[in-house]
């Protein structure tokens, strides 16, 4: 068969699951590529369907929806990785669904997504599984203090994870994330975070983005710049390949992201993303083309894009709650591009954000 005949032609029609600002940002990538998109999503507010061709509000478990959209779309895909699996294992079964149903299995998990990780030769945080109170003791007493305790699924930006300055705080940790079951992870001394922003194509091909600086504040990032510091830049070989090991493993086909800290030790692996990133959306005008852009030649069987930067110096900042009102002072800054996402204002959310390029 020839490449050509993998390749979903334009005009075909891709299937996004979840309403957010990533699903947003696909869809536009989308139609500058000639693609029709159709966002499913539960939400009331969705800014995904602001750029996409069409909208349906539903609840994912519906098969009757399932089935409506499997028939309607070519291939389908999903923005966000806390979706429940059994409707993307549903779709999958009746149409390409990438990335694959795997990496959700992985990802959604965080001991699992660590032993999946140390098992293809990642360095990781030391770490423990807990499903009680009495196993929290035992891992604290083994691992040390100070800790963080993250709930085993869901939470993000900080959420649904609590530090543990020492060990006797260990019962109003495990109140404070619900007595769930979760990991308890020893700290890390590191000098920077940084991602590594990986496409694979479904003939295997594989690029990736130079790695970006990530800050964070209270736990969402604030900031991604590159170049990176050349604690970071020394490390990208090494974290590159693990990201191509864990997308080799689970067949992937999308942007995947890997997050690390960069330590006197090589790249400490902290966390893994089956989607685009927040981290990458300086690509948009800092990268020939763009996470969003290569997301969708990824799903669609097309050749991958251009990696390469195209600025000196290229920084993006998120903007949080009211920092969106900072719109038209952006606007008039040279070099700046300004990105909101149509949401209504609220304190600790993303609104938005501005890429700074310095040629």
């Known amino acids: 068969m020839t490449a050509e005949k993998t390749m979903l032609p334009p005009g075909s029609t891709i299937g996004i699951l979840g309403g957010g600002q990533l699903g947003r940002m696909l869809a536009s990538a989308a139609a500058e590529l000639g693609y029709h998109t159709r966002v499913l999503a539960p939400d009331a507010e969705s800014v995904a369907a602001q750029t996409a061709s069409s909208f349906t509000r539903a609840d994912y478990h519906s098969r009757i929806v399932l089935d409506e959209l499997a028939s309607s779309t070519d291939v389908v895909t999903y923005e966000f990785e806390n979706i429940a699996l059994d409707p993307v294992e549903y779709l999958a079964s009746q149409l390409p669904v990438y990335p694959p149903p795997a990496a959700l299995r992985v990802a959604q998990d965080r001991a699992t997504e660590k032993g999946f990780v140390e098992a293809l030769g990642g360095r990781t945080a030391p770490w423990r599984k807990v499903t009680s109170l009495d196993e929290l003791r035992g891992a604290l007493a083994e691992i040390g203090a100070p800790a963080i305790l993250k709930t085993l699924r869901l939470g993000y930006d900080g959420k649904g994870q609590v530090r543990i300055r020492d060990i006797a705080d260990a019962e109003a940790a495990w109140d404070a994330i619900g007595a769930r079951p979760a990991i308890l992870e020893g700290f890390v001394t590191f000098g920077h975070e940084f991602s590594i922003l990986l496409v694979r194509g479904v003939d295997g091909a594989m690029v990736s983005y130079p790695p970006p600086w990530n800050e964070h504040v209270d736990g969402i990032l604030a900031r991604s ?91 993006m900042e998120n903007l949080i709650g009211e920092d969106a009102e900072r719109w038209a002072e952006i606007l008039a800054e040279p070099g700046a591009h300004l990105h909101l996402y149509g949401k209504t204002i609220r304190p600790g959310r993303k609104m938005g954000h501005v890429t700074r390029l310095a040629r």
Not at 228 to 244: N, S
Not at 267 to 280: C, D, K, L, W
Not at 293 to 304: D, S, T, V
Request: with cysteine; aromatic share 8%.
């Open 225 to 315: 710049s590159l170049p990176a510091p050349v604690e970071i830049a020394r490390h990208w070989t090494e974290a590159a390949a693990l990201a191509g090991r864990v997308a080799d493993k689970l067949g992937y086909v999308g942007v995947l992201t890997l997050e690390y800290f960069a330590t006197d030790n090589g790249p400490v692996f902290n966390e893994m993303a089956p989607r685009v990133h927040n981290s990458g959306h300086w690509t948009i005008e800092g990268a020939v083309a763009s996470q969003f852009e290569n997301h969708i030649r990824a799903i669609c069987g097309l050749p991958l894009g251009d990696t390469g930067l195209t600025a000196a110096h290229i920084e």
